[in-house]
């Protein structure tokens, strides 16, 4: 199948040198970008009459935005957990997990969340959750190239699942993926932290995840607040980062990290993470960081220590939402007031994050995160015929510091049209809308009876 998106204002790359190119015909071969052109007036002649025109006047494509950390299924607990920090949030998020969120209702919300994300132009989400394969299902259904696997607890957690029963999940998750289909994906392994899994089960993760075929990633939690340090210090005499390193996560052989939040990693932290062989990387949240006071992560000190830096929103309990937008511009703005330096992340470098860093970071750098002939077509369109964002002095600056979910039009995963005049393609929203509506009003009733209100 042949699409082409025709006369677009703006391409923006995120090749090797940020190239922004402007007047281009970009055509997308079996998914894959075949070609970048100037603008042709050739029409069926060019291309051929099979071939599919997206009309890109007015138009900025730019590579799809990668999600580095996220609980999609958290949808329906979006507003529930307020006014706390991250131990407090906890408390509530897990009882009214127990009490409501079995494989169906999971995958009702992982849908609600890849298609909020979608909507927004995140392509890529790394979505950890238990009962991992209806995640998988909810979210591929609505067209995300979705990042997931199971998760790990030293007890039963909220899935009632015994450790054995995990490792047996893990071991059958690569032919679960080719089952349920969709977009190609590593096959991750998801820990959910050093305080919930003991450092001789992180280990033993490891060394399954390793044994497995393919393109394979691991990711968890760690060093989020002050108080979640505290704690794995007085327990383990380490912090977060150390517990991993001694139970072989950055090992020669091992595949990539990605670690979530990582706010208060240490000047050691930091240089474990930048020597991985096979690559480490943090998946920054600045919405959920601030929003639970668990502090302001150093970007400039992190990038100058060599560690790779990503853009995440966490989950929609704690963030509120999955609006990556909003995270770039948190990022940006955060990073200058950390730094005291107006020129901190720059907004080249921020997109970079939100997209070509987060690719590598998943081990997927070589297929997406930019837009370059032979990588998969998953983009996303902006409209650029809008008051805010007219005029256009500095494309990169108006991306961060100006645009937002609301402008983006169609988005494309796989070469494939998920998303088109901001609706999605795959799926009956309204009737979607109403199932989640249903279903969170329990999940609000144990949320209330986990804070005394029930």
């Known amino acids: 199948m042949r699409r082409v998106l025709r006369d677009l204002d703006l391409v923006v790359t995120v090749d090797a040198t940020d190239r922004v190119l402007s007047g281009q015909d970009l055509v997308i071969e079996d998914g894959v970008i075949a070609e970048i052109a100037e603008a042709s007036t050739g029409t069926a002649e060019r291309w051929g009459s099979e071939a599919e025109v997206i009309q890109g006047r007015g138009r900025l494509v730019m590579p799809g935005l990668v999600n ?82 199971p998760v790990f607890f030293d007890g039963p957690g909220p899935d009632g699942l015994s450790w054995e029963d995990r490792l047996a999940g893990l071991r059958a998750w690569p032919e679960a993926i080719a089952a349920i289909g969709g977009p190609q994906v590593p096959v991750a392994a998801l820990p959910h932290a050093t305080y919930t899994c003991s450092p001789e089960h992180l280990e033993q993760v490891c060394r399954e995840l390793a044994s497995l075929p393919g393109r394979r990633l691991l990711s968890t939690h760690a060093s989020e607040n002050a108080a979640e340090n505290a704690d794995v210090l007085a327990r383990f005499g380490r912090t977060p980062t150390a517990i991993l390193s001694d139970a072989g996560w950055f090992a020669d052989g091992i595949p990539p990290v990605v670690l979530g939040h990582g706010v208060h990693l240490s000047e050691r932290d930091r240089a474990v993470l930048a020597g991985a062989p096979n690559g480490a990387a943090v998946g920054h949240c600045p919405g959920s960081n601030l929003k639970l006071a668990s502090g302001a992560l150093p970007w400039q000190e992190l990038r100058d220590a060599g560690v790779s830096l990503g853009v995440g929103t966490d989950g929609c309990s704690s963030s509120n939402d999955l609006d990556m937008w909003a995270a770039m511009r948190q990022v940006a703005l955060l990073a200058r007031l950390t730094s005291g330096d107006p020129a901190c992340a720059p907004a080249e470098e921020v997109i970079r994050a939100a997209t070509l860093d987060g690719a590598q970071a998943l081990g997927m750098g070589d297929l997406i995160g930019s837009v370059e002939v032979g990588k998969r077509g998953d983009l996303l369109l902006l409209d650029l015929d809008q008051p805010h964002l007219t005029p256009i002095h500095d494309v990169a600056a108006l991306i961060v510091f100006a645009a937002g979910r609301g402008d983006v039009t169609d988005v494309l995963v796989d070469g494939e049209p998920v998303i088109r005049d901001r609706m999605s393609t795959r799926l009956d929203t309204g009737d979607l809308l109403a199932r989640c509506r249903e279903r969170a009003a329990l999940a609000g009733a144990a949320a209330a009876a986990a804070q005394g209100k029930g």
Do not use: K
């Open 68 to 149: 580095l950390h996220t609980h999609l299924p958290m949808t329906l607990l979006r507003g529930l957990a307020e006014h706390v920090d991250l131990q407090g949030f906890l408390e509530i998020v897990w009882a009214a997990e127990a009490a409501v969120m079995d494989p169906a209702t999971v995958e009702l919300g992982a849908t609600l969340g890849a298609l909020e994300s979608l909507r927004a132009g995140c392509t890529t989400q790394l979505d950890m959750y238990f009962h991992h394969e209806a995640a998988h299902r909810g979210a591929v259904a609505a067209g995300s190239r979705h990042v997931g696997g």
